[in-house]
T-cell receptor, first 113, second 117 residues
Framework: DAKTTQPNSMESNEEEPVHLPCNHSTISGTDYIHWYRQLPSQGPEYVIHGLTSNVNNRMASLAIAEDRKSSTLILHRATLRDAAVYYCILVRHSGGGADGLTFGKGTHLIIQP | DSGVTQTPKHLITATGQRVTLRCSPRSGDLSVYWYQQSLDQGLQFLIQYYNGEERAKGNILERFSAQQFPDLHSELNLSSLELGDSALYFC????????????????FGEGSRLTVL
């Protein structure tokens, strides 16, 4: 399975933008890039996903490099509620087999007031 | 609220015992996934069901088993419990598997915290 690499932790200030990087140099053509986050004492929560083009939704933006070997999750204005572990996951949208998401260690995002 | 319901929220039991965790997926979702999260292992995929049938297995121990019933709820059975089985167990659901037209978006419940003493 294609793997992702993320920093263990990042720190940002409240109301500032946050850029969370993810490297996925072995990504294949049918792999979508998904981001989930896990708030303290909660289950993981879907944030956003994309294939090639940048994507925006109400929670965040996803910027995907032209060669698709890396991506960045952008929180435009972080709040204390955004403090969580953020997971970058590759999901293959072809063939059969397991759909179970393979979670790595993720990035622990700390927001300072 | 993700729409996925897990019971019980907390469970304390002794080594050697057997427990059953229950999951009700979001209305309309046909696929159910079970995950285990412990401090040292992170989130581990255990098993997936789709419309009542087992679809994929991950790192599930032989002492563990699961099933999905006709009403689409699922149960995870953990037997001969060991101290190391203490963990959070999450259930997630999706409309369909990715290869079956699903988007890959999973909705997670709040988890069942199992403590084995």
């Amino acid at each position: 399975d294609a793997k992702t690499t993320q920093p263990n932790s990042m720190e940002s200030n409240e109301e500032e933008p946050v850029h969370l990087p993810c490297n996925h140099s072995t990504i294949s053509g049918t792999d979508y890039i998904h981001w989930y986050r896990q708030l303290p004492s909660q289950g993981p929560e879907y944030v956003i996903h994309g294939l090639t083009s940048n994507v925006n939704n109400r929670m965040a933006s996803l910027a995907i490099a032209e060669d698709r070997k890396s991506s960045t999750l952008i929180l435009h204005r972080a709040t204390l509620r955004d403090a969580a572990v953020y997971y970058c996951i590759l999901v293959r949208h072809s063939g059969g087999g397991a759909d179970g998401l393979t979670f790595g260690k993720g990035t622990h995002l700390i927001i300072q007031p | 609220d993700s729409g996925v319901t897990q019971t019980p929220k907390h469970l304390i039991t002794a080594t050697g015992q057997r427990v059953t965790l229950r999951c009700s997926p979001r209305s309309g979702d046909l696929s159910v996934y079970w995950y285990q999260q412990s401090l040292d292992q992170g989130l581990q995929f255990l098993i997936q069901y789709y419309n009542g049938e087992e679809r994929a297995k991950g790192n599930i121990l032989e002492r563990f088993s699961a099933q999905q019933f006709p009403d689409l709820h699922s149960e995870l059975n953990l037997s001969s419990l060991e101290l190391g089985d203490s963990a959070l167990y999450f259930c997630a659901s999706s409309v369909a598997p990715v290869a079956g037209g699903g988007t890959g978006e999973l909705f997670f419940g709040e988890g069942s915290r199992l403590t084995v003493l």
